[in-house]
């Protein structure tokens, strides 16, 4: 079956840094979503990978590699504002996206 | 207004009633998802709409049923739901793709809360 795998939780201070991790088992491979849903809100796009390597958009970051299964989703400089809930999702052989269940991120002072 | 909405944004219904949720896109997308959102639990995805006709329909019960009247309004029918229902239904929108262009990001609404007593 197709699988993606992220923690359920993480606790950050603010102004440090957070990775959170996202490994997947699918049918094929079409690309890596990052979306960021605030609670009772909509998911909003963060970010989009299909090649290897790092992506960067001011305070955040995406990294994928393929031939491991995995990406990652870097919060620099971390704002009260960033807690939320961070959804990986994977786009497999159909173009069906796949999608994790979401990692909480709770920012303490 | 711009974006995607949805109406209502709470609903409280009984076992036996029948309701409709909204969702219009203003992003002139051809595509159109509806979600379903349990806590702690992935996104699943029930219906799926391409230039108003329906593509995807991942096993959904027929208590819900979808409508797409154009490529900027859809609908989900509800009728006889049980308690397991109870979710976040979430809408979403995008340029459709033959799926070889574009990163075809989807774009959603804020979602409408659904409590079935």
């Known amino acids: 079956g197709q699988n993606i795998d992220q923690p359920t939780e993480m606790t950050a201070t603010e102004g440090a840094i957070v990775q959170i991790n996202c490994t997947y088992q699918?049918?094929?491979?079409?690309?890596l979503f990052w979306y960021q849903q605030h609670a009772g809100e909509a998911p909003t796009f963060l970010s989009y990978n299909v090649l290897d390597g790092l992506e960067e958009k001011g305070r955040f970051s995406s990294f994928l590699s393929r031939s491991k299964g995995y990406s990652y989703l870097l919060l620099k400089e971390l704002q009260m504002k960033d807690s939320a809930s961070y959804l990986c999702a994977v786009r497999d052989s159909n173009y069906q996206l796949i999608w994790g269940a979401g990692t909480k991120l709770i920012i303490k002072p | 207004e711009t974006g995607v909405t949805q109406t209502p944004r709470h609903l409280v219904m009984g076992m036996t009633n029948k309701k409709s949720l909204k969702c219009e896109q203003h992003l002139g997308h051809n595509a159109m998802y509806w979600y379903k959102q349990s806590a702690k639990k992935p996104l699943e995805l029930m219906f799926v709409y391409n230039f108003k006709e329906q593509t995807e329909n991942n096993s959904v019960p027929s208590r819900f049923s979808p409508e797409c009247p154009n490529s900027s309004h859809l609908f989900l029918h509800l009728h006889t739901l049980q308690p397991e229902d109870s979710a976040l239904y979430l809408c979403?929108?995008?340029?459709?793709?033959?799926?070889?262009?574009?990163?075809?990001?989807?774009?959603f609404g804020p979602g409408t809360r659904l409590t079935v007593l």
């Open positions: 699918t049918s094929g491979f079409n690309g």
């Open positions: 979403a929108s995008s340029p459709w793709t033959s799926g070889k262009e574009g990163t075809d990001t989807q774009y």
